[in-house]
């Protein structure tokens, strides 16, 4: 009875160095998993700070452009506005030599008569 018990004892003793080898070699395999992963995780982290810093100096770029673009706007904004004014001014004068024109012509006009 007592070998009996010990060749079972051995039996199970048997599977169990067997499962645990398995066992260890699953820990193995989710370990390199986890490895893979976090490298996957690091490349991620880098790829996303890349493109953050890439879009970022984008940005920055844009705003330059962007203020340039503000200050050429206002300066051409400012120059519509003074051939604006010069047009005006020009249409008071051309307006006034008309005038001018017709009253001498009137004038002369009257002197005929």
Known sequence: ???QELVLLRKEARGTKEELEAAWTRVEELRQEVLSKTEEV?????QV?????AKDQELV????EARGTKEELEAAWTRVEELRQEVLSKTEEVAC??????DDFAAK???LV
């Open 1 to 3: 009875a007592k070998d």
């Open 42 to 46: 690091a490349c991620t982290r880098k």
């Open 61 to 64: 770029l844009l705003r330059k």
């Open 109 to 111: 006009d009257q002197e």
């Open 97 to 102: 030599t008309r005038k001018q024109v017709a």
């Open 49 to 53: 700070a890349d493109d953050f810093a």
